[in-house]
């Protein structure tokens, strides 16, 4: 899955795609209804690629953690980011065994699992990693063994 140009904007719903970088900021446009918004430098924008997740052994990149709920959901929809707090922990578990409880929040999980549907229903979901993060794994499982 690539989430090279896939954006989290602080203070608006939804996920966006870069379109365009201009001088004072970048245009993106919204995955839910196609709308092309200007954002400024000074707004708190993360780049899906570039999110991590705590675990207990260092860090998972979030590319692979959405590509263990497409191999868990057979690139269907994962449970609602809506459902109690007990319910997501016990599904983030079997999608990640390691990560570290104490620094990864139920709120941290709601987003994980919206961002997760929301691609998954504009089909930008698959199975693959990216070229450069399958390498990056497979560097990390070598160095474990």
Known sequence: MNLEKVLAISGKPGLYVLKVQTRSGFVAESLADGKKITVN?????????????????GEKPLA????????????????SHKEDNATLL??????LTDFDEDRVYPSDIKKILNW????????????ELPKEEEETVEATEE???
């Open 41 to 57: 430098l000074k707004s708190n924008v993360s780049l899906l690629s570039e999110i991590s997740i705590y675990t207990y052994d």
């Open 64 to 79: 692979e953690i959405m590509n263990n709920i497409t191999k868990k959901e057979k690139n269907g929809p994962t449970i």
């Open 90 to 95: 016990a599904y983030f578990r079997e999608i």
């Open 116 to 127: 997760y549907n929301i691609l998954q229903a504009k089909g930008l979901v698959s199975d």
């Open 143 to 145: 160095a474990k063994n």
